[in-house]
């Protein structure tokens, strides 16, 4: 070893040697971290995408359930698509706008049917929204006082809301039995209200067990509804119209009543579009084929779509039935919209 030249040193070295193995080919970047994609990303473009990539599964699962079939329906109805076209819909023949001609055409059997149907479901929407939202306000009302035992109350109120479709309107046809229901043993063997058993699943009296049956499902919605706005109501408004002399029905159409209209327009919306396209109701209660006096247009339309095998006619119904609502749906809200913008 040569004398001359000095020995490193080592604290040198292993300094040398530490900050070399640290350091990268290039400048650290500001903050002593890499830059990721989303880094390049700017702020102001997160922020404005970030809501829509939230919303993106809704969005496609919304378009895969509901969009992708209400279009293959609308194509259907333009096809002569029966029974025989099932395995192979490229050869049902072309129908244009025939299956929508036969449909509206009132003088024919097909086109009295489903008029019939529309009407009977006019008449069935109008009292059972009307009714459900009569006793969801009266309920609501009702409950806004501080009682024993009303938290009970609004429990046992919404049990029929809670309830799956199924198992209350199962319940309510054995209910509804002729010989063996328990309503007709309460009228007719306690109370000798008629002379003898009535039929309430055919006939006429199939009508009102309808109506019964989904006022009974339908109310405690609204009233769970119309509970929660009478909740929003300042109570300084009742104690003003209290000292002015104002009675409980005084403050009740001067109070309560417009401060709920915001929530009564959306309820009334919401309870019609239920209501009119209601499928599991008569379904479960009646079957497939529903009596004369209750044939609602969606039972209807699923007749002429599953019974008579005819999917064309059913989906030009159907195609209907969806105009017709948006059709009520988008004059309901501009006369909405209207009176409020008048007041």
Same mark, same amino acid.
């Given at each position: 070893?040569?004398?001359?030249?000095?020995?490193?040193?080592?604290?040198?070295?292993?300094?040398?040697?530490?900050?070399?193995?640290?350091?990268?080919? =290039?400048?650290?970047?500001?903050?002593?971290?890499?830059?990721?994609?989303?880094?390049?990303?700017?702020?102001?473009?997160?922020?404005?995408?970030?809501?829509?990539?939230?919303?993106?599964?809704?969005?496609?699962?919304?378009?895969?359930?509901?969009?992708?079939?209400?279009?293959?329906?609308?194509?259907?109805?333009?096809?002569?698509?029966?029974?025989?076209?099932?395995?192979?819909?490229?050869?049902?023949?072309?129908?244009?706008?025939?299956?929508?001609?036969?449909?509206?055409?009132?003088?024919?059997?097909?086109?009295?049917?489903?008029?019939?149907?529309?009407?009977?479901?006019?008449?069935?929407?109008?009292?059972?929204?009307?009714?459900?939202?009569?006793?969801?306000?009266?309920?609501?009302?009702?409950?806004?006082?501080?009682?024993?035992?009303?938290?009970?109350?609004?429990?046992?109120?919404?049990?029929?809301?809670?309830?799956?479709?199924?198992? =209350?309107?199962?319940?309510?046809?054995?209910?509804?039995?002729?010989?063996? =229901?328990?309503?007709?043993?309460?009228?007719?063997?306690?109370?000798?209200?008629?002379?003898?058993?009535?039929?309430?699943?055919?006939?006429?009296?199939?009508?009102?067990?309808?109506?019964?049956?989904?006022?009974?499902?339908?109310?405690?919605?609204?009233?769970?509804?119309?509970?929660?706005?009478?909740?929003?109501?300042?109570?300084?408004?009742?104690?003003?119209?209290?000292?002015?002399?104002?009675?409980?029905?005084?403050?009740?159409?001067?109070?309560?009543?417009?401060?709920?209209?915001?929530?009564?327009?959306?309820?009334?919306?919401?309870?019609?579009?239920?209501?009119?396209?209601?499928?599991?109701?008569?379904?479960?209660?009646?079957?497939?084929?529903?009596?004369?006096?209750?044939?609602?247009?969606?039972?209807?339309?699923?007749?002429?779509?599953?019974?008579?095998?005819?999917?064309?006619?059913?989906?030009?119904?159907?195609?209907?039935?969806?105009?017709?609502?948006?059709?009520?749906?988008?004059?309901?809200?501009?006369?909405?919209?209207?009176?409020?913008?008048?007041?």
């Amino acid at each position: 070893m040569n004398p001359a030249v000095p020995a490193p040193d080592p604290t040198v070295v292993s300094t040398t040697s530490r900050s070399g193995a640290g350091r990268s080919d =290039g400048p650290p970047p500001p903050g002593g971290r890499r830059r990721g994609i989303t880094d390049r990303v700017p702020a102001r473009l997160r922020r404005v995408a970030l809501p829509y990539l939230l919303i993106l599964p809704a969005v496609l699962l919304e378009l895969l359930v509901h969009l992708v079939p209400m279009l293959i329906g609308i194509g259907m109805s333009f096809l002569k698509l029966t029974q025989f076209f099932l395995r192979n819909w490229s050869a049902a023949p072309f129908a244009g706008l025939d299956n929508y001609g036969v449909a509206v055409d009132f003088d024919g059997a097909v086109g009295r049917s489903l008029l019939h149907s529309f009407l009977v479901t006019v008449a069935f929407t109008a009292l059972t929204v009307g009714l459900s939202w009569l006793l969801g306000i009266c309920g609501a009302v009702l409950m806004q006082g501080s009682f024993r035992g009303r938290a009970v109350l609004r429990a046992l109120f919404l049990v029929p809301y809670a309830l799956p479709v199924y198992a =209350g309107v199962i319940t309510w046809s054995f209910l509804l039995q002729r010989d063996s =229901g328990l309503v007709n043993h309460v009228l007719v063997d306690q109370l000798h209200l008629f002379g003898e058993r009535p039929f309430w699943l055919i006939g006429s009296n199939s009508f009102m067990s309808i109506i019964v049956v989904c006022v009974w499902r339908s109310w405690p919605f609204a009233f769970l509804v119309l509970m929660a706005g009478l909740q929003n109501i300042p109570t300084d408004l009742y104690e003003a119209a209290a000292i002015d002399g104002a009675g409980w029905g005084r403050r009740l159409r001067a109070v309560t009543l417009p401060m709920l209209r915001p929530i009564n327009q959306v309820l009334v919306l919401v309870l019609f579009l239920w209501t009119f396209n209601d499928f599991n109701t008569p379904y479960v209660l009646f079957g497939k084929s529903a009596p004369h006096e209750a044939d609602l247009i969606s039972i209807h339309i699923y007749q002429s779509s599953f019974v008579t095998w005819n999917f064309g006619s059913g989906s030009a119904m159907s195609v209907l039935l969806l105009l017709f609502l948006l059709l009520v749906t988008a004059a309901y809200l501009v006369a909405t919209s209207r009176r409020r913008s008048d007041a």
